[in-house]
């Protein structure tokens, strides 16, 4: 259904870098207007939902897996309501 909030299980940068896009792209933002929103470079905007990884990222994830926690995205209605 359209009003279910989308959702994904996260289990790297590059899945949370997906779902930021699919997310941006569903709200009808550009890179550069979410990125002057947020005060960031469309280059990090763009870094994040390629999932560039760097070590604090890749090992918070190996963290997660070592320790069986799971991380689930979802998306929140534009009202901030799930």
Sequence with gaps: MADEP???QA???RDIG?????SRRGR???QAA???ELGLTRQYVSEVESGVGNLYITRLFEMFDELGIDVQLVERGIDGRD
Excluded: C, D, N, Y
């Excluded at 997906?18 to 699919?22: A, I, L, S, T």
């Design 6 to 8: 989308r959702w994904t």
């Design 11 to 13: 289990r790297s940068s």
């Design 18 to 22: 997906r779902f930021v896009q699919k």
């Design 28 to 30: 009808g933002l550009s």
């Design 34 to 36: 979410l990125a002057e």
